[in-house]
């Protein structure tokens, strides 16, 4: 069995075992969230040893060189030293808590020294016990402060907290950013489409202000669906931001009692192929749960848009373990 030191004490992985979950196994406290190898907080650096590659997929190289890995997905083939992550961490205040709906908060961050992100990308927020979730920005850096909106989760730790105890001022710390679901210039005429589900509106909204602000001219549809119209969020900013762009288009979704003016009845899915049955030239953003972000990346790509053209963020709730 590999033997994991940490913080001056030693502890054995099972075979098979994770380095997170021997760590958690035997009390230690290491700062997690989706503990599927996607939202980088299980982030750790190896001093001395050799990680599976596989822990290394998706960071950059320059965390790569320095040892750092995802502790959540590497299994330990070897004795390792570790040392945590908090480096990389920069610390921060909550600027503001604003509630968008009964289930829907808009959380606004604001770090001690500037962070360097793309609108649509995701960061680490950690609170002062050091329990962090991963949430992706519907914010610009010129805005100033970091917008994260986050939906209240059935006994989420960090949602509830967020909702029911936090106040401005209360001390934070950020890591990141990561991603890679972000708008790029050099095509301004190619046209846009972006969808999502839930929260997951926040790092496209971010992505459609991030393409008007760099002077995008072709075609940006936004589609945001919901199983009702409670679940649809910043309904007017978005609208006033489609009569100050007229290549701005912005259509909420629902599954159920869709009645309202503007707002399309179905499966989002199917109410984008009904607007836009052939996507050949199109880029596309996708933001939600996994199971909707493979459907819709499977849908564009059958419409026409090429895989290389699909950018994609799929939430994977943390465990309430």
Not at 14 to 43: F, H, I, K, M, Y
Not at 177 to 200: H, I, K, M, N, V
Request: negative net charge.
């Amino acid at each position: 069995m590999a033997v994991l030191t940490y913080a001056g004490a030693a502890y054995e992985a099972a075979p098979g075992e994770t380095v997170l979950e021997a760590l958690l196994r035997q009390g230690v406290d290491v700062a997690n969230s989706c503990r599927a190898g996607a939202c980088q907080s299980c982030l750790l650096r190896a001093a001395c040893g050799t990680v599976p590659a596989v822990a290394q997929q998706g960071l950059k190289a320059t965390l790569v060189e320095q040892g750092y890995f995802l502790s959540c997905v590497s299994r330990p083939e070897t004795d390792l030293a570790l040392e945590p992550a908090g480096g990389l961490e920069v610390a921060g205040r909550i600027a503001g808590l604003e509630r968008l709906t009964e289930t829907v908060l808009r959380a606004r961050v604001e770090t001690e020294s500037p962070l360097e992100y793309r609108a649509g990308q995701y960061i680490t927020l950690r609170r002062a016990d050091g329990l962090a979730r991963s949430h992706s920005l519907a914010s610009l850096p010129a805005d100033g402060a970091l917008e994260l909106h986050v939906r209240r989760a059935p006994q989420g730790k960090m949602s509830g907290w967020l909702f029911d105890e936090a106040r401005a001022d209360d001390p934070v710390s950020v890591r990141g950013p990561a991603g890679d679901c972000f708008y790029t210039s050099g095509t301004p005429e190619q046209p846009l489409l972006l969808a999502g589900t839930g929260t997951g509106l926040a790092p496209l909204v971010g992505i459609c202000r991030d393409a008007l602000g760099q002077g995008h001219t072709g075609p940006i549809r936004l589609f945001h669906g919901a199983v009702r119209p409670a679940g649809l969020y910043l309904r007017d900013e978005l609208l006033a931001l489609m009569r100050e762009n007229s290549n701005f288009a912005y259509t909420p979704v629902v599954l159920e009692g869709g009645e309202d003016e503007g707002i399309a009845m179905g499966a989002l899915d199917k109410v984008i192929a009904s607007a836009h049955p052939k996507l050949g030239g199109w880029r596309g953003f996708v933001c939600g749960d996994p199971g909707t972000v493979a459907l819709l990346r499977k849908k564009l790509f059958l419409a026409g848009m090429a895989s290389r053209e699909i950018f994609a963020d799929a939430f994977v709730e943390a465990p309430r373990g």
